[in-house]
T-cell receptor, first 113, second 110 residues
Framework: GAGVSQSPSNKVTEKGKDVELRCDPI?????LYWYRQSLGQGLEFLIY????????KSGLPSDRFSAERTGGSVSTLTIQRTQQEDSAVYLC???????????FGPGTRLTVT | DAKTTQPNSMESNEEEPVHLPCNHS???????IHWYRQLPSQGPEYVIHGLTSNVNNRMASLAIAEDRKSSTLILHRATLRDAAVYYC???????????FGTGTRLKVLA
């Protein structure tokens, strides 16, 4: 079946603009995660959604970052007033109910100029 | 959050076994040990996880020390396709917040 998809694959934006990154999880997966990966670094946890529970937002680096998940499926990560340090690959993953196996999408490469 | 320590890089010859170590001396009794790997220009993929007992699956084996302060991911026969960054991660029971470190970059020599 189809894997996790993310769009756009690449996004170049000017400093100060807002961006929206989209994640379509695997159908039926109740858990959804957002991470970001700066060049040459490991993954940084951002936020986690599980079913109808309140999301774990403890990894969001500032109040410029927010995420929502509509209808328990598609998720959007929004970065307001982008800064150059926001440049990174943003990865989305989904997993079945309380499973330890996450399936990652290909990522969105964000470049803030 | 419990922390893991891994070597920055390792090399292996093709078709030989590879033992990737991970130290987690501050692990708590309910922390699960997970391994993911990230091939070049791809998102990470799940490899294996365990709590106390050693685990085997089609990709690898996970050997967990008796005191759980360290673990080893074993690739039984490395192939060129196994060249990747391998991440050892601890997950606390009751949360699905995964804290990835910088991992071990495995190079497989033909």
């Amino acid at each position: 079946g189809a894997g996790v998809s993310q769009s756009p694959s690449n996004k170049v934006t000017e400093k100060g603009k807002d961006v929206e990154l989209r994640c379509d999880p695997i159908s039926g997966h109740t858990a959804l995660y957002w991470y970001r990966q700066s060049l040459g670094q490991g993954l940084e946890f951002l936020i986690y959604f599980q079913g109808n529970s309140a999301p774990d937002k403890s990894g969001l680096p500032s109040d410029r970052f927010s995420a929502e998940r509509t209808g328990g499926s598609v998720s959007t990560l929004t970065i307001q007033r982008t800064q150059q340090e926001d440049s990174a690959v943003y990865l989305c993953a989904s997993s079945p109910d309380y499973s330890d196996e996450q399936y990652f999408g290909p990522g969105t490469r964000l470049t803030v100029t | 959050d419990a922390k893991t320590t891994q070597p920055n890089s390792m090399e292996s010859n093709e078709e030989e076994p590879v033992h990737l170590p991970c130290n987690h001396s501050t692990i708590s009794g309910t922390d699960y040990i997970h391994w993911y790997r990230q091939l070049p220009s791809q998102g990470p993929e799940y490899v294996i996880h365990g709590l106390t007992s050693n685990v085997n699956n089609r990709m690898a084996s996970l050997a967990i020390a008796e005191d759980r302060k360290s673990s080893t991911l074993i690739l039984h026969r490395a192939t060129l396709r196994d060249a990747a960054v391998y991440y050892c991660i601890l997950r606390s029971s009751g949360t699905y917040k995964y804290i990835f470190g910088t991992g071990t970059r495995l190079k497989v020599l033909a």
